[in-house]
């Protein structure tokens, strides 16, 4: 005897009304087996309940209405294009609507069946409708043939929309879900990876019956509950997988307990210029207490610019240190680790820790005493680039990296991060700033550790949104300023198409404001000039030899010029929010008062930048961000791998989230392989989900 085939696991091509073309077209939408069918999910609903009046419409509206036709016919147009037009009529009044292109629409609808349609309504000859949808719901009593995998006249007035792909409209795709619902959904029957007792503390419908409801509402208000149950489902096993990730890493990786008298970190803090902030404190002890632990640490630290996230790393450093470990800080750039070797150098000078600089341009005889010094354990901490490791310096008793990461980063930039530490604790800075719960979904596989507060008497940097009718006054505001000795940066966007075109304005730009300030030098840089011309002209602005910078490419995210005063951005619309407070990070570093000015293009104002010019808080930016632009667009699949969420808001859910977060935890603190017999369905729902992903983790 076979086993009973199964619909769920099966390919989608063998089940009912779909064959082997509409399997490839459904392929396209990602539907490829009876599950996949099943956890296609309408994207939208057409809710007869709340149809609108006929009367009532006018020429913008996106409507739905209810009507019988009362005349119909196909009218060729100029264009040779045939357009199926039928007049709607409700107790209101009536409207034209029009199919362009749809001319067989004509033999499926009769002249007295009653319509639910549902589009935009504009203005030709009066008011038309030009229907998405439509769906007939019931048949003059001569009715016209129905259309193949037509809906049959549902049950409720709740009309599920699909989404489709070319050659598959959402009608037939509402057909073949229609047609196999019933059986998929017997097949999953009372089976559920979500013990019983989970859905009951949180409220949640078992999941044959979410997806019934998901699929054919009798009513929109099940419709939350149902998906909530799914966003929570995808939500779990994605931090099951962190979890997992999480705790194999501690466990695979020998860890240091640093518990070395502090003999470094304590005068270091006595003899700071100033006091750490609340929440640098309550950093310090999180990271404190996790490099006293035995397990390596694995750990985000975020904190907006200028938070104080270098005191922070020297602490962790000098930790390491008295601990009788080596500690090496990474930047992205050569520049940017020059420049953490000074403001390290400053902070620990009092103790007499001096940060060995080991980068390519240390070269010769010089290279070879850092590198000895290295190895035998003589340089307690090393800063360079990513090069460090990459390039097998040879460490005596590396402990920490930190990792200053000049963007947010991906799951496999992750993965090597265990490498890169070289199986010591890591501590990864990053200044760009998001919500928690993308935190959690992104980089749930780490701890998260959060500077959410500035140190006092930071002068808000002034920031302007201003269209092309601003600019003369923006840049004798930005003269006047070059006047009194200060610097400033005119920054263009990246056009990825056409890096020549991008030099092209910069390069006019940078013409032009030289000809405009004769008496102050003036500098280009864009992505065309070789690293070695970059590098000098930032090295020429750092020093203050240049006082105004035309850039294309990003200047440097960490660069620390405290005499820069005025940021220019052109054409700020093309920037995210993130870009953008990022730029603006470059000033408001000294004294003196700074100012951001954004320009846009003509009629290219957006809530986007009014929300930059409302906030200095990289966070509040952050969640509105999120918010403005929803989290698939902020985390795509290519960049993130994990985050693409199907079901899941992480706005709506963020209860949701914290839920599974926490209960992903539990679980693999009691049983990391997931084989005792109450967590066992959870790990295969976690293996037939993640497979891939595992692999990605390298655990599973
Ligand atoms: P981040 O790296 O987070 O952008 P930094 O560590 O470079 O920020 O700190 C920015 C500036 O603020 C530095 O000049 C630093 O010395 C100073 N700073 C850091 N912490 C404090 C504090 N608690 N009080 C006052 N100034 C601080
Ligand atoms: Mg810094």
Known sequence: ???????????????????????????????????????????????????????????????????????????????????????????????????????????????????????????????????????????????????????????????????????????????????????????????????????????????????????????????????????????????????????????????????????????????????????????????????????????????????????????????????????????????????????????????????????????????????????????????????????GVEFATLGLAVIDEQHRFGVEQRRSLRSAGGGSDALVMSATPIPRSLALVVYGDLDLSVIDELPPGRRPVITGVRGPESREAAFEFLGERLAEGRQAYVVYPLIEESEVLDARAATEMYEKLRSRFPAHEVALLHGRMSSAEKDDVMRRFLSGDIALLVATTVIEVGIDVPNATVMLIENAERFGLAQLHQLRGRVGRGAEQSYCVAFHAAGAASERLAAFASTNDGFRLAEEDLRIRGHGDLFGREQHGLAVLRFADLERDRDLLEEARRRARHIVERDLTLSTPAYRALGRELETRYADREALYQVG
């Not at 609108?52 to 196909?74: E, M, N, Y």
């Not at 349609?117 to 504009?122: A, D, I, L, M, N």
């Not at 020297?314 to 420049?339: R, W």
Request: with cysteine; aromatic share 6%; glycine share 8%.
């Open 1 to 391: 005897m076979t086993p009973a085939r199964s619909l769920l696991s099966g390919p989608v091509q063998y089940l009912k009304g779909v064959g082997p073309r509409r399997a490839e077209l459904l392929e396209k939408l990602g539907v490829r087996s009876g599950r996949d069918l099943l956890y296609h999910l309408p994207h939208r609903y057409e809710d007869a309940t709340t149809v609108d009046a006929i009367s009532s419409l006018s020429p913008g509206d996106d409507a739905t209405v209810i009507g019988t036709v009362v005349s119909k016919g196909v009218i060729p147009t100029r264009r040779r294009l045939r357009v199926f037009r039928a007049v709607l009529r409700d107790e209101t009044g009536h409207i034209e609507c029009a199919w362009p292109g749809r001319p067989w629409l004509d033999r499926y609808i009769a002249k007295g069946d009653l319509l639910l349609v549902s589009g935009p309504v504009r203005f030709y000859h009066g008011r038309q409708m030009q229907p998405r949808e439509h769906t007939v719901l019931e048949r003059a009593s001569n009715g016209a043939p129905r259309e193949p995998s037509e809906t049959p006249a549902t049950s409720g007035a709740i009309f599920p929309v699909y989404p489709a792909t070319e050659g598959l409209t959402h009608r037939q795709v509402r057909g073949i879900v229609e047609d196999n619902l019933d059986a998929l959904i017997a097949e999953i029957g009372r089976s559920d990876p979500l013990p019983q007792d989970w859905r009951r503390e949180l409220s949640l419908p078992p999941l044959a019956d979410a997806l019934r409801t998901l699929h054919r509402p009798a009513e929109l208000a099940e419709l939350e509950p149902a998906r909530r149950r799914l966003a929570f489902e995808e939500l779990f096993f994605l931090q099951l997988l962190h979890a997992r990730a999480r705790a194999r890493l501690r466990l695979d990786v020998p860890g240091v307990a640093f518990r070395g008298p502090p003999r470094l970190s304590a005068p270091f803090l006595e003899r700071l210029p100033f006091e750490l902030t609340g929440a640098q404190r309550r950093v310090w002890e999180e990271i404190a207490a996790d490099m006293e632990r035995e397990a390596p640490m694995n750990r985000l630290l975020q904190g907006d610019v200028g938070s104080g996230k270098t005191v922070i790393a020297a602490l962790a450093m000098l930790k390491a240190v008295e601990s009788g470990y080596q500690a090496a800080l990474m930047a992205p750039t050569e520049l940017l680790a020059e420049q953490h070797q000074r403001t390290l150098g400053e902070l620990c000078e009092p103790i007499g820790v001096a940060p060995l600089l080991l980068t390519g341009s240390v070269t010769g005889k010089a290279r070879q005493y850092a590198l000895e010094r290295v190895r035998v354990g003589d340089a307690p901490i090393v800063v360079g680039t990513h090069a460090l490791i990459q390039e």
